[in-house]
């Protein structure tokens, strides 16, 4: 039996070893290898996943890059929105698969984990799905990019712009967690910031809170205009519901403002339910030709559209390659922070963001997008969702580089 | 668990006499153990082998209690976890060596364990489990909301420092050593706590607990004892994977975990000695290496686990040897 079982473990044990050679031949110096790690099977899967891969396979073709002989090789995990799983499989690529460049990552405490990772091997990792203000603040690395958005961006926007747009006095329903208050905190700023006044704020219990009808009353009898969301997924899904069943918004004296919806969330609760929410986005599919025509190029599966986060995987992807196509592949390789300071140095350009730039700390910065859902009767169709109501300008609509406390910048 | 009557005279000897308190099958399966954690690193990548045994030292830790003693704990994702934000804040915060975090990390899963053990053992069988679950928990809202655990984003960026001072742990190799140098010694504990006369007691106690008890032993304080040694273990399990990680975050508190190591147990074998090693090396590996399948990795662990129950009742380890003949 034990000749048996050490036949086996050596079989077992010449598996993977014969698998690496094989990978380690075919992935030669003039390879650049991508990994997107994200979430394939919980939460954020509409938000990222699958799509963000398609967008970085599509980012690859138009680069043009394998025209002027340079392979780019594309892999892709499930997180499932655990840190160790998620570092577990960065070392990996980066120790054994030789991946250079580490795409998307959303779930922040994942995010974090990456980060200290591609710094540690001096890699790259470009962040579009991570909504933690941190990685461009006091967690900042010369190796990482923060794509698409974040909470500051958030909260300045839904805060500011909306009392500008109108919506005067606030309440806010805060999840009671560091994340929670940290949204509160930062939009009540940006609401006394641009005139406008908060009324107070209920905390509910975090995670299991599935009631909300006694903080959603609270609320209405502060008699705000507006009602902010300082929490996330699904205590956010759940709010939106019941304030529609409790008639909160009717009449559009009251408007809801969640601070971290997507335009998945908007789908999956559908415009009956969502219409009035206002929101922030920094992609919105409709926006003009070339987002249509960056969403109709992508052709996601059952017309779905693309999320902010999976045209940040997009648009970075391609910024990365166009930084790897002047510097050679080779110096790409050699040093993930090379690679960033070159793609920091070179202004952005594609057609989900528009023109660009990259901040020292780290940031990616574009314009923000305040959204409010329309009405059934306004949609002209499938995913036509969002009206227009103010925009930021690119160069207000992130933090200040000297706020963040990033150590690259001081 | 096979009946005594299984087994011949002589083979009761042996099991006895044989070596370290190991029968001749065990010793063979140790070997088998010792030489794939001397050998593996060279082939397989070592960070997924440290977290291989990171996690086979919580199930072994959840299988003193629930293969030994009989109590089926639903919370042991408190231990380990709050093992692992202790290390990893002693480790951050208060610079200790990494020895020490881990060894305190254990201390705070065992003092833990005594408090929520002391309680939970008055009740058994399912409300044992509940008792259990509902203070773990507890121990995920206090995580949740506690400033030095970070929320939701955890410790990050715990340094794994020089063990003893000299050896340098950020160089994978030297982290293994250490990680397979804990692993051995957590299950060469476990095995000599089985085997030890008070190990004895405890499976008197899995098996007919009143008449344990009218023997004249205290039987509340046999299994509190064991309660704060798995406890115990199991903090020094998550101690460890947050020094092998640099990171201490919601997931190992919150209860999947618990259901986790459960099933870990279940697939290995529960009360085989070799069992929650090689339930620990199913589970972790379909995690890992399933990575890129996407969505099915739940699928396809939804799928062994069913087949695992339907086929395998005694878990892997405990179907071989029953199959063998033998106690593994």
């Not at chain 1, 394939?40 to 938000?47: E, G, I, P, Q, V």
């Not at chain 1, 540690?120 to 909504?131: P, R």
């Not at chain 2, 705070?108 to 773990?136: K, S």
């Amino acid at each position: 039996m034990s000749i048996q079982r050490r036949t086996l473990l050596s079989a077992a044990a010449a598996a993977p070893l014969a698998g690496g050679m094989a990978r380690r031949a075919r992935a030669q110096a003039n390879t650049i290898k991508i990994g997107v790690l994200t979430d394939m099977s919980a939460l954020y899967r509409d938000l990222a996943g699958p799509g963000s891969l398609r967008a970085v396979q599509m980012a690859v073709q138009e680069s043009g890059i394998t025209q002027r002989g340079i392979n780019v090789e594309v892999v892709s995990a499930d997180h499932q929105n655990r840190p160790d799983v998620g570092s577990t499989v960065a070392r990996q690529w980066i120790d054994r698969d030789g991946v250079d460049v580490i795409i998307d990552v959303p779930t922040s405490s994942v995010a974090l984990a990456v980060n200290n990772i591609t710094r540690e091997k001096n890699k790259v990792m470009l962040n579009s799905g991570a909504a933690s203000s941190d990685l461009t603040g006091s967690a900042c690395t010369p190796n990482t990019i923060h794509w698409t958005y974040d909470t500051w961006m958030l909260s300045n926007s839904t805060g500011g712009a909306m009392v500008r747009a109108g919506g005067q006095s606030w309440f806010f329903i805060t999840a009671d967690y560091a994340f929670g208050h940290a949204l509160e905190r930062d939009a009540s700023e940006f609401v006394r910031g641009a005139g406008g006044r908060v009324l107070g704020s209920v905390r509910t219990p975090f995670p299991g809170t599935t009631d909300f009808s006694s903080f959603l009353l609270q609320a209405q009898a502060s008699r705000a205009q507006v009602v902010g969301l300082a929490n996330a997924g699904g205590d956010t899904i759940n709010t939106i519901k019941q304030a529609a069943e409790f008639g909160l918004t009717r009449g559009g004296r009251t408007k809801l403002a969640g601070l971290l919806v997507f335009i998945t969330d908007v789908h999956s609760l559908g415009l009956q339910t969502a219409q009035g929410l206002v929101l922030t986005e920094t992609f919105y599919w409709d926006l003009n030709d070339k987002t249509r025509g960056f969403s109709t190029r992508l052709a996601l599966p059952g017309g779905a559209k693309p999320s902010m986060v999976q045209a940040g995987c997009y648009s970075s992807v391609l910024h990365y390659l166009k930084a790897v196509g002047e510097m050679g592949v080779a110096a790409a390789k050699a040093s993930g922070a090379d690679a960033v300071a070159k793609m920091k140095a070179m202004p952005t350009e594609d057609d989900a963001f528009g023109a660009g730039s990259i901040r020292a700390d780290g940031r990616k910065i574009h314009p923000s997008y305040l959204f409010e859902v329309k009405q059934p009767s306004e949609s002209r169709g499938a995913w036509d969702y969002y009206k227009l109501l103010g925009t930021t300008p690119a160069d207000q609509a992130f933090r200040p580089v000297a706020q963040g406390g990033c150590a690259l910048v001081r | 668990m096979a009946a005594p009557g299984g087994f011949s005279g002589t083979d009761f000897r042996k099991e006895e006499a044989y070596f370290l308190g190991f029968t001749q099958a065990q010793v063979m399966a140790f070997v088998v153990l010792i030489a794939f954690l001397l050998i593996s690193p060279f082939f397989l990548y070592p960070v997924f082998l440290m977290k291989l045994l990171c996690f086979a030292l919580f199930a072994c830790a959840f299988n003193l209690l629930v293969g030994y003693v009989g109590l089926l704990s639903f919370g042991h994702a408190a231990y380990f976890g709050m093992g692992g934000y202790l290390t990893g804040h002693a480790a951050k915060v208060w610079g200790l060596p990494p020895e020490l975090s881990i060894l305190l990390g254990g201390l705070v899963g065992a003092a833990l364990g005594l408090v929520i053990g002391w309680i939970a053992i008055r009740r058994q069988g399912i409300y044992f489990a509940m008792i259990t679950l509902a203070f773990a928990q507890m121990v995920y809202f206090f995580c949740v909301q506690a400033p030095f655990t970070g929320g939701e984003d955890g410790i990050q960026s715990i340094p794994r420092g020089y063990f003893l001072g000299f050896l340098d742990l950020s160089r994978d190799l030297n982290m293994y050593w250490l990680t397979a140098g804990v692993f051995l010694a957590g299950f060469l504990l476990i095995h000599r706590i089985v085997h030890s006369p008070f190990g004895m007691v405890l499976k008197s106690i899995r098996e007919n607990e009143p008449r344990a008890t009218s023997l004249g032993y205290r039987t509340d304080d046999y299994k509190l004892m064991a309660f704060v040694l798995s406890a115990g273990l199991a903090g020094v399990a998550g101690g460890l994977k947050s020094i092998v990680f640099g990171i201490a975050t919601l997931t190992d508190v919150f209860w999947t975990m618990s259901g986790e190591v459960v099933l870990m147990s279940l697939v290995g074998g529960l009360g085989t000695i070799f069992g929650p090693f090689v339930g620990a090396a199913v589970i972790i590996t379909m995690q890992n290496y399933l990575a890129e399948f996407g969505a099915w990795v739940t699928v396809i662990q939804g799928a062994i686990f069913v087949l695992c129950v339907l086929a395998f009742r005694r878990g892997l380890v405990g179907e071989i040897g029953n199959w063998l003949r033998v106690r593994l």
